[in-house]
């Protein structure tokens, strides 16, 4: 089955940039989600589709895909970002299949 | 703004079958390109992905769950759900409910519901 491989954790300071890796194999020939998740809540979609932003979503956080890794950006990191993140990928073979998730410490 | 509430027994006990139902608010169930998902998480650990049920019945679910997992839908009263048979303590988690959309060869949740944790224990 396919594999989303992510590190354990990221830690930042803030108004630094933070990059969360989500390795698979050829993941750039999938789309790929990520997922905000703070403690005691539900995920939220952060990026979707590679790169867009559902509404309500701040532009610092972006995202790219290509290759063997997809890459979760947040720019000028806040306290506020604090969380775990999984990426996701929609497989016909595999279905629905989530990363191993990041924690994102701010320093 | 489509809202999604979990409901359901917290505490199940081992080798019987956990049953959730997730309610939808907001908007018709059947309306739209979308599924609709149960995905769980342990205390501490990532998001497993348990399966969906389009509003025409089609399912899909996770290999390593299919055995013992069945979604069902009820479009009367814009609700689906979940039974998970022979659980064990391992079946102890939080478990969501999520619409899923479905666009060609990408699928995401783009809603989800807050979350009710199930502990199997006798």
């Known amino acids: 089955s396919y594999v989303l491989t992510q590190p354990p954790s990221v830690s930042v300071a803030p108004g630094q940039t933070a990059r969360i890796t989500c390795g698979g194999n050829?993941?750039?020939?999938?789309?790929v989600h990520w997922y905000q998740q703070k403690p005691g809540q539900a995920p939220v979609l952060v990026v979707y589709d590679d790169s867009d932003r559902p509404s309500g979503i701040p532009e610092r956080f972006s995202g790219s895909n290509s290759g063997n890794t997809a890459t979760l950006t947040i720019s000028r990191v806040e306290a506020g970002d604090e969380a775990d993140y999984y990426c996701?990928?929609?497989?016909?073979?595999?279905?629905?299949?989530f990363g191993t998730g990041t924690k994102v410490t701010v320093l | 703004q489509v809202q999604l509430q979990e409901s359901g027994p917290g505490l199940v006990k081992p080798s019987q079958t956990l049953s959730l139902t997730c309610t939808v608010s907001g908007g018709s169930i059947s309306s739209g390109s979308y599924y609709w998902s149960w995905i769980r998480q342990p205390a501490g650990k990532g998001l497993e992905w348990i399966g969906r049920?389009?509003?025409?019945?089609?399912?899909n679910y996770n290999p390593s769950l299919k055995s013992r997992v069945t979604i069902s839908v009820d479009t009367s009263k814009n609700q689906f759900s979940l039974k998970l048979s022979s659980v064990t303590a391992a079946d102890t988690a939080v478990y969501y409910c999520a619409r899923d959309l479905w666009e060609y060869s990408s699928s995401y949740f783009d809603y989800w519901g807050q979350g009710t944790l199930v502990t199997v224990s006798s």
């Open positions: 050829n993941i750039g020939s999938k789309s």
């Open positions: 049920i389009y509003t025409s019945g089609s399912t």
């Open positions: 996701q990928v929609w497989d016909s073979s595999s279905d629905h299949i």
